[in-house]
C-alpha cells in the first residue's frame, strides 16, 4: 500500500495541535483530580471558594482549549485525507479499478491516526514534567494544603490513547466516503465544481481578480486553517497580556506560547499548502510572462481579509473567555482585579500580527519566485 | 526572424553529464511555419524550450530581431515572453478551476484584449465558454488551450506535440485550427512533433536527431490538416 509513515510525517501540524490540547488538558485535569483529592481537608470558608474557583477554571480551561484545538486536529486530519486522495487520485483510482474494495484501501489510512498519538503523547509527557513546578507555584500561595504529583492512568488513557484511536477511526470512515468516487473520476483528477455558475462568474472579472477568488473559493478548509492561526495569534498574545494581572506569569508565559506554536505552526503549513496546490498555476502563469508579484497576489493575497477577521474573532473570544472567567467562575474569591478591555494590549498584538502575517507573506512570496517552470511543465 | 546560434546545453553532473544539444544554428523568418521533427530524446523539445527563453542555454544565442534573449535577466525574459510569446503543450496545463472563459482571458488580459470571446468562437467553443476544463473532451481543452495561447496576440507560437495525446480526428480538428488562426494572424509557429506526416503542413521542415540538426527543407506546397496522412 502506498501510505507509509513518510505521508504521516507531514502531518506534523496536527501533533503540534494535539501535543499543545493534551498538555493543557493533562494539566488543569491533574491539578483538579488532586485537588479535588484534598477537599475535605480544606477548613476555611476562603479555602473553599478558592477550591470552586479553580476546579470550574480547570474545567473551562480543558474544556475550551482541549475541545477547540481536538476540533481543529479532526478538521485538520480530514483536509489532509481529502488532498491525499486528490492529489494521489490516479494510485487509488487504479486499485479500485483492480478490484480493491473502498474499506481495504480506507483502512491503511489508519497511520493519519499515529499523528495525534504522537501529539499526545509529547503532550502528555511535557505536562508530566512540568506538573512538579506548576504544584510548586501552586503550593506558594498556601491556599490549599499541600497538592503532591500522581500519576492518574485514567487521564492518560482518555488523553492519549483514546483520541488516537478516535482519530485513526475517523481516518478510516472519512477515507472510505472519499472513496466512493467512481475509479475513473478518482484517476481522471475529476475536480468537483458546482453546477450552478456564482453570479461573480457571469460578470466581467479580470482574471487575476478571479483567480484570487477562485484560489479562495477551491480550498476552503485553508481559509479556516489561516483564520484559526490569526485566532490564535490574536486570542493567546491579549490573553497573556491580560493573565500577567488575573493569574500569573507563567500562565502567562504558558499561554503565550502555546498561542505562538499553534499560530505559527497552522500559518507555515497552511501558505505551505496553498503554494503547492498552486505550483501549476504559478508555473503556467510565468510562462504566458505574469509577473512574479502578480502571480504572488493572486494566490496569497486571497485569504488576507479571513486572517484579520480570524484576528478579529480572536480579539473577541479571549475578551469574553477573560470576563466570564472574572464576573462568573471568580465571582465569590475576593481581591480579584476587575477586567476591562485592554486596548493597549489589543494594539501591540495588532500591530505584531501584521509584521508577522506579512514577513511570512513575503517568504512564501520568495519561494513562488524560486517555483522553477520546466520541471513543473514537465511533470 | 529568430536567430539561433550555435546553442548548446548540457543536463545532469559529472560522469552522468548529457549533451542535449550540441551546437544547433538556425533562423526562422517572420510569418513562418517551422515544424521540428525528431524521435523522443532526439532533443526537440528542449530546443524548443531554449528558443522559447524557458530555458536558457550553456553556450550559443537566441535573437528576435536585435535582442539576445540568452542575456535578459528573468525579469526581462518573463516580460519578453508576455509581449511575444504563446504555448501550446502536449498536456493542455489549463486552470481547472476557471471556465473556458476565464481560461483564454489569463492569456487574454496580458495583452489587454477585449475581444477574447472572438477567438473562442474562432475555435468552435462558444457554447462551453462555461464550462470547466474536466467537462470538456481533450479534443475541447486543447482548442481551449490554443484559444488562450492566441488571446495573448503573441508574435511567435511555440507548440509542443500539441497533437500528442489526441486522436487522429480531433488531431486534424485542432491543427486545421491553428492553420487558419495562423493564415488570419499571420504570427509565427514552431511545433515541435514525432508525426512525419504534421511536417507537411509546415513551410519549414528541421529534422533533429541526437542533439543536432540533421536536415533543413522547404514543403513547395503546404497541406491542410485534412489532406495530411496520418
Known amino acids: 500500500m502506498m501510505i507509509g509513515i513518510k505521508d504521516a510525517v507531514k502531518l506534523i501540524g496536527i501533533s503540534v495541535i494535539a501535543c499543545c490540547a493534551v498538555f493543557v488538558c493533562t494539566l488543569f485535569l491533574s491539578y483538579n483530580i488532586d485537588v479535588a483529592a484534598l477537599k475535605d481537608e480544606i477548613a476555611t470558608e476562603v479555602g473553599m471558594m478558592m477550591y470552586q474557583a479553580q476546579v470550574s477554571t480547570g474545567k473551562v480551561v480543558a474544556a475550551v482549549s482541549g475541545g477547540c484545538l481536538a476540533a481543529t486536529s479532526a478538521v485538520m486530519l480530514l483536509f489532509y485525507i481529502k488532498n491525499y486522495i486528490d492529489t494521489h487520485g490516479k494510485e487509488l483510482g487504479i486499485l479500485k479499478a483492480l478490484g480493491y474494495s473502498n474499506f481495504k484501501i480506507a483502512k491503511h489510512f489508519w497511520i493519519f491516526g499515529s499523528s495525534v498519538f504522537v501529539g499526545c503523547a509529547l503532550g502528555y509527557m511535557a505536562a508530566f514534567l512540568y506538573l512538579p513546578s506548576f504544584y510548586e507555584l501552586q503550593n506558594a500561595e498556601h491556599l490549599f494544603p499541600e497538592i503532591k504529583v500522581q500519576f492518574h492512568p485514567i487521564l492518560a488513557f482518555l488523553l492519549v490513547v483514546v483520541p488516537a484511536i478516535g482519530f485513526a477511526v475517523l481516518a478510516i470512515i472519512y477515507a472510505c466516503l472519499r472513496l466512493k468516487t467512481p475509479a475513473l473520476d478518482l484517476m481522471k483528477e475529476k475536480h468537483e465544481h458546482k453546477a450552478k455558475l456564482s453570479k461573480n462568474e457571469t460578470k466581467d472579472i479580470p482574471f487575476l481578480k478571479e483567480l484570487t477568488r477562485s484560489t479562495v473559493r477551491g480550498r476552503k478548509s485553508l481559509v479556516f486553517f489561516i483564520a484559526f492561526s490569526a485566532f490564535c495569534f490574536s486570542a493567546m498574545v491579549q490573553m497573556s497580556m491580560s493573565m500577567k494581572d488575573l493569574s500569573s506569569e507563567t500562565m502567562a508565559i504558558m499561554i503565550l506560547t502555546i498561542g505562538l506554536i499553534l499560530a505559527f505552526v497552522t500559518l507555515f503549513l497552511s501558505l505551505s499548502s496553498v503554494v503547492k496546490g498552486n505550483t501549476k498555476t504559478i508555473a503556467m502563469m510565468r510562462v504566458f510572462g505574469y509577473k512574479h508579484n502578480d502571480c504572488s497576489k493572486a494566490v496569497l493575497g486571497g485569504y488576507r481579509p479571513f486572517s484579520y477577521i480570524g484576528f478579529a474573532i480572536g480579539t473577541i473570544y479571549q475578551y469574553a473567555l477573560l470576563k466570564i472567567m472574572v464576573t462568573i467562575v471568580f465571582a465569590d474569591v475576593e481581591n480579584v482585579p476587575e477586567y476591562n478591555f485592554d486596548f493597549t494590549a489589543c494594539a501591540i498584538t495588532l500591530g505584531l500580527f501584521i509584521l508577522t502575517y506579512e514577513i511570512a507573506m513575503y517568504a512564501y512570496s520568495q519561494r513562488i519566485k524560486k517555483l522553477p517552470i520546466k520541471s513543473v511543465m514537465l511533470e | ?230
Not at chain 2, 531554449?50 to 553556450?59: A, H, K, N, T, Y
Not at chain 2, 503543450?89 to 489549463?94: A, D, V
Not at chain 2, 500528442?164 to 480538428?173: C, N, P
Request: aromatic share 8%; charged share 25%.
Open chain 2, 1 to 230: 526572424m529568430i536567430a539561433v546560434s550555435n546553442i548548446t546545453k548540457f543536463y545532469g553532473n559529472g560522469g552522468s553529464r548529457n549533451q542535449v544539444l550540441k551546437g544547433i544554428s538556425l533562423q526562422i523568418a517572420d510569418g513562418d511555419f517551422t515544424v521540428i521533427l525528431g524521435t523522443s530524446g532526439s532533443g526537440k523539445s528542449t530546443f524548443l524550450n531554449v528558443m522559447s527563453g524557458l530555458e536558457r542555454p550553456d553556450s550559443g544565442s537566441v535573437a528576435y530581431g536585435a535582442s539576445d534573449i540568452t542575456k535578459l535577466s528573468d525579469g526581462e525574459l518573463t516580460q519578453f515572453r508576455k509581449d511575444n510569446i504563446g504555448f501550446i503543450f502536449q498536456q493542455y496545463y489549463l486552470l481547472p478551476n476557471m471556465t473556458v472563459e476565464k481560461n483564454v482571458r489569463m492569456g487574454a488580459d496580458l495583452a489587454d484584449n477585449r475581444e477574447y470571446r472572438e477567438i473562442i468562437t474562432a475555435v468552435g467553443l462558444e457554447d462551453k465558454q462555461k464550462k470547466y476544463p474536466s467537462e470538456l473532451s481533450g479534443g475541447e481543452q486543447q482548442r481551449v488551450s490554443v484559444a488562450r495561447a492566441l488571446a495573448k496576440k503573441p508574435k511567435v507560437l511555440f507548440l509542443d506535440e500539441p497533437t500528442g495525446a489526441l486522436d487522429e480526428q480531433t488531431s486534424r480538428q485542432v491543427l486545421d485550427y491553428i492553420c487558419k488562426l495562423h493564415k488570419e494572424y499571420r504570427f509565427t509557429v514552431v511545433m515541435v512533433t514525432h508525426n512525419q506526416n504534421i511536417a507537411e503542413m509546415a513551410n519549414t521542415v528541421v529534422k533533429m536527431n541526437s542533439g543536432k540538426i540533421s536536415e533543413i527543407f522547404t514543403n513547395e506546397k503546404q497541406k491542410a490538416a485534412y489532406e495530411i496522412g496520418w
